[in-house]
């Protein structure tokens, strides 16, 4: 027989409020009724029920963490900080991978709301009219990474993507490039495509020399893509000194395809990637980068919710947090000129 | 106020347990009273809580999912296949990485089952006598991944570790390598330490060549520490011709630590890793290996797992998957001899 909260209240003579009270301390109870509830809970071996507990705390101790691919190490990594803090604090994590898919995004959401979770994590390419109505009417708490929303009450972390990216081209620039192609991500991405995109465009004005459509590749995310998408590239503009990759699975891509080609990298043409992924550091070459604080971006995002979920109210909470220019064996100086 | 189920009882003049067969469709119902009810329903605008019918079912729609490590590519694919399948079920997937920490593994196992998860897949390097416990006392479904347990009562997903790790090291042998190193995970892990080594030792011996502590190198499954282990190795061991490195991102770090002493791969030593993560193919020399079905290993694995919550008998619930073996840039032979 199972034994519930009904059972302990009436063999305790008291309240089932009493007894919630005392199981969740929630509230003040006399010392008296405290110790005959804790008595009987203990003769029966009652073991409070946390999904009954999240009916009447309206907590499952669950967060939502809706990314677009887990097989991104970028979300890994992104994760592994998420998950850090989450455990820490007892809580778990409900983890939903969208696959760049706003039917899916929308879907997981839905889910999300229905399974109970505090909180949700959320990550997505583009924030749309049905994003803004459904986290307005869902009332949870949301902490955005990589995307911030003015108009929308929700916390958010982040870096200056625009200004990372024109400073990471103006490194090329300075060191003589002038011939500097990019790989880009649909603009659509309003920080990872857009605002890197512009960043790179700006640099280049900065120096005199105006948008060349040819120099633009397109890319998603994914290596094979952006391997094809390079050697393609290759065949029609090989005069390019210089690749701005604004991930590092393209600068991956875009290196095996520069080697497939007979391209010697750095030193017939130099790359560089975004990110700072582990591999960045283990690839042949070893590639430079824009190093983003990922785990700790994971972790700051986490603990900015949770404090969120527990009704805190939380300051400075929408963070941009440093990157870092970091020069590897894909460029041929190790010094970040100028900075 | 919050309409509950005891109100649509009352109103619609029927039972608790009339209502809860209406909502859940569980047994069958009068029409007569199917209709009040579900008239009820409408009137108030009664939405069933799931956590509630989590409680009066013993069903969440969660399934646990205890991976070591979301960074590692190998368990970034495997959950990529399992939410592939868990959302095609209506399922959420609670992710607890363990950071192969065996403490972690218990936490997370009591946490799931605290949270009532309906199953959970679980991946460990040793199952224990409180990993036993856990099992039999949860009566949860559970599957195991790359891990056999004949005396659990579970189902499981495996390839054949021992003969694929003794097929990559004959195809080194036939080709003449005699000093073939290994590099391995720790031998308490049953499956990608214990039985590769082995599949790696009686190889050689089938070739007459007793096992030689000195060409044994012992790592994680951590680029980085297998990359200073090969460094190491190579100052005391320049004569190798050939390394097996159990898992790629083992083969990553021994390829980039033989070129950082400035040995070529393949054409001074030959590497072969082990898993087929995507990297292998894109990695700088592309690498030769034992390709798992990952993805389908974790599709199956919750298919299987999704079957048994559901109450079915699932007849071959133990599994051994095919391999194959991928040859690659890091070997100088495209054929695999033999084969």
Request: with cysteine; glycine share 6%; net charge positive.
């Amino acid at each position: 027989m199972k034994i519930t909260i009904d059972e302990v209240a009436r063999r305790a003579g008291v309240s089932k409020a009493t007894v919630s009270r005392v199981m969740n301390d929630s509230k003040p109870v006399k010392q008296e009724k405290y110790d005959r509830v804790m008595q009987v809970i203990e003769e029966l071996g009652f073991i409070p029920n946390p999904v009954a507990r999240g009916l009447a705390h309206q907590k499952t101790g669950l967060v939502g963490v809706v990314i677009p691919d887990i097989t991104n190490p970028f979300f890994a990594e992104l994760v592994k900080g998420i998950e850090e803090v989450v455990r820490d604090k007892n809580y778990n994590m409900v983890l939903c991978n969208t696959f760049h898919n706003f039917e899916k995004e929308m879907s997981y959401l839905k889910m999300l709301r229905e399974k109970y979770v505090d909180g949700i994590i959320f990550m997505t390419a583009k924030v749309t009219h049905e994003h803004r109505e459904f986290f307005r009417s869902s009332q949870l708490p949301v902490t955005f990474i990589n995307r911030k929303c003015e108009d929308l009450n929700v916390s958010s972390i982040d870096i200056d993507n625009y200004q990372a990216a024109h400073d990471i081209t103006t490194f090329f620039l300075k060191r003589g490039h002038r011939r500097v192609a990019i790989i880009r991500a649909p603009l659509t991405d309003k920080t990872s495509g857009y605002e890197r995109f512009h960043g790179y465009r700006d640099a280049m004005q900065a120096y005199g020399i105006e948008l060349n459509a040819s120099l633009v590749m397109r890319s998603n995310f994914k290596i094979e893509n952006t391997y094809r998408t390079v050697r393609r590239f290759l065949r029609e503009e090989p005069a390019v000194t210089a690749i701005f990759a604004t991930s590092d699975l393209m600068a991956i891509g875009a290196i095996k395809a520069l080697q497939d080609e007979g391209i010697q990298v750095p030193h017939q043409v130099e790359v560089a990637g975004f990110d700072d992924i582990p591999m960045a550091s283990y690839y042949h070459p070893s590639i430079t980068t824009v190093r983003q604080p990922i785990t700790e971006m994971g972790r700051t995002a986490t603990k900015i919710l949770i404090r969120e979920i527990n009704g805190e109210k939380v300051k400075n909470r929408n963070l941009i947090l440093p990157y870092q220019l970091i020069c590897r064996e894909s460029t041929l100086t190790s010094k970040v000129s100028g900075e």
